[in-house]
């Protein structure tokens, strides 16, 4: 497998600088090894005095191994036929983060003489603790591009029609489970916490929740019956977020977000 030297992200927001981040922190690549690119090139001025490399985008693919793509989905077909020779030469990857687009669109807007890739990692890859789907039709691209991934967090290899699914329950996934634990903060203040204590104390606690499973391999509801006793408080709480629809609006929730991915492009 080649030995990847150096990374590029066109379309360096949030996602592409999470993931910048966290190759660096967990990777533990070089920053002047990370090209970055956008439009609004200014944005990048914080990232150029940590050492990452800013650049053009015809400059960062001449330059680097891996190119991830995180541009948003009307852009994309645009960014590939612009930069067209320069992606073909020196057998590079193309790893694509936009939702909205299939690995046939890539490989045709790119000749079908680049390797093409697409993934769904999340924003939690800066802090090595993301989840990133990945999916392709060439083993030894889809190796490489675990290895690149994996110090970051988790990774899974899914088919590519399950590319619209994990980008809500591991992109979208994330502000979901934020917006729980707001929720579950909110509830400690109330009880007698102040905010940052509150906050701390959820965050803390779902993490460790998460670890349980990830840990053991459980079901949750095996982890959830080692802390709930006959009549007591835990039950109860339960009991009554499940009578306002706490599981329910959950669930409403991720096929809703889902049946509007389709309205990305």
């Known amino acids: 497998m080649k030995r990847i030297k150096k990374v590029g992200i066109i ?7 999470a993931i910048a981040k966290g190759l660096v922190n967990y990777k533990k690549m070089n920053p ?4 970055l ?3 609004k090139r200014d944005l990048l001025a914080d990232h150029k005095k940590h050492g990452f490399t800013i650049s053009d985008n015809h400059t960062l693919v001449s330059e680097c191994d891996i190119i991830l793509l995180a541009v948003l989905p009307g852009q994309a077909k645009e960014v590939i036929l612009e930069l067209g020779a320069s992606l073909k030469k020196g057998n590079k990857t193309l790893v694509s983060v936009v939702s909205a ?10 000749d079908r003489e680049v390797t093409v890739v ?3 990692p999340n924003t939690a890859a800066e802090y090595g603790a993301g989840m990133t789907c990945i999916a392709g039709e060439q083993d030894e691209a889809i190796a490489q591009v675990q290895e690149l991934f994996e110090p970051l967090g988790q990774t899974m290899v899914i088919k590519e029609q399950l590319m619209p ?3 809500i329950l591991a992109a979208c996934g994330i502000a979901f489970f934020l917006r729980f634990i707001r929720a579950v903060s909110q509830g400690g ?14 965050a803390q606690t779902a993490r460790g929740a998460a670890e ?3 840990q053991t391999d459980h079901h949750p509801e095996t982890e959830i019956d080692r802390v709930t006793t006959p009549m007591g408080c835990t039950i109860s709480g339960l009991n009554e977020m499940e009578h306002f629809g706490l599981s329910s609006a959950m669930i409403k929730g991720i096929v809703k977000s889902f049946s509007e991915i389709s309205d990305l492009k």
């Open 165 to 167: 699914a994990a980008t």
């Open 37 to 39: 690119s956008r439009r």
């Open 212 to 214: 349980l499973l990830l």
């Open 11 to 17: 379309g360096a927001g949030n996602i592409g600088c």
């Open 118 to 120: 697409r993934i769904m």
């Open 32 to 35: 002047s090894d990370i090209f």
């Open 101 to 110: 687009v299939s690995l046939e669109e890539l490989e045709e807007w790119t």
């Open 189 to 202: 203040i109330q009880i007698g916490f102040h905010a940052e204590e509150a906050g701390k104390i959820a």
